[in-house]
């Protein structure tokens, strides 16, 4: 079946220091989003990619999509302590919508 | 976008009884859906709420345990039946306003302990 993993898992960095997360669907996607969850909130929605190559930047953060559509990226430059949380993954095939595993970052002040 | 409300926030709740869950939308969507996450991991769909008829379950899930309803396009019901600890999770719904693409809005969810 259809499977979003994330890697790496768990990501503790030095405030200042950069952090990305890779996302990696076992199927082509027809479009992938990134959500932030704060630790005891809920997922909050980022940013939509839609085209294959595709770069975003908001801020700090810049957001890639595969040229095959079937992974993604999230970089976030010179991480603030704000920035600490779990980021997601997660993308559309026909009308289901597939989370990725996540990654929980930590950034140490 | 869309702001969501779940009632309750959190509930603890005894073996066999049953929960229902209430997710309101301040805009009509036609996209509503419900989520379990368990703690530390990643959201797991649970079904599509559909307006006016049956829920669409994702496999592993049926409607004699979680039977969701839909009677307009701005609430949804999702009810925890016949509870075990197994149950014990947060439960969230999403929407997905009209032209937003897939942009889901997350509800604050609802934290259920099952004792």
């Known amino acids: 079946g259809q499977q979003v993993m994330q890697i790496p898992q768990y990501q503790h960095v030095q405030e200042g220091e950069d952090f990305t997360t890779y996302c990696n669907s076992s199927?082509?996607?027809?479009?992938i989003q990134w959500y932030k969850q704060r630790p005891g909130g809920h997922p909050v929605f980022l940013i939509q990619?839609?085209?294959?190559?595709e770069v975003k930047k908001q801020k700090r953060l810049t957001f890639q999509f595969g040229e095959a559509k079937k992974n993604s990226s999230l970089h976030i430059t010179a991480t603030q302590t704000t920035d600490v949380g779990t980021y997601f993954c997660?993308?559309?095939?026909?009308?289901?919508?597939?989370f990725g595993s996540g990654t929980k970052l930590n950034v140490k002040p | 976008s869309a702001v969501i409300s779940q009632k309750p926030s959190r509930d603890i709740c005894q073996r066999g009884t049953s929960l229902t869950i209430q997710c309101q939308v301040d805009?009509?969507?036609?996209?509503m859906f419900w989520y379990r996450q368990q703690p530390g991991q990643s959201l797991t769909l649970i079904a599509t709420?559909?307006?006016?008829?049956?829920?669409?379950?994702e496999s592993g899930f049926v409607i004699d345990k979680f039977p969701i309803s839909r009677p307009n396009l701005t609430f949804s019901t999702l009810t925890v039946s016949n509870m075990s600890p197994e149950d014990s999770s947060i439960y969230l719904c999403?929407?997905?306003?009209?032209?937003?693409?897939?942009?889901?809005?997350f509800g604050p969810g609802t934290r259920l302990t099952v004792l």
């Open positions: 990619l839609v085209k294959s190559g």
């Open positions: 805009s009509q969507v036609t996209m």
């Open positions: 999403s929407v997905v306003p009209s032209g937003m693409g897939d942009t889901q809005y």
């Open positions: 997660a993308g559309r095939n026909f009308n289901k919508f597939y």
């Open positions: 199927t082509t996607l027809s479009n």
């Open positions: 709420a559909n307006q006016g008829s049956e829920a669409t379950y």
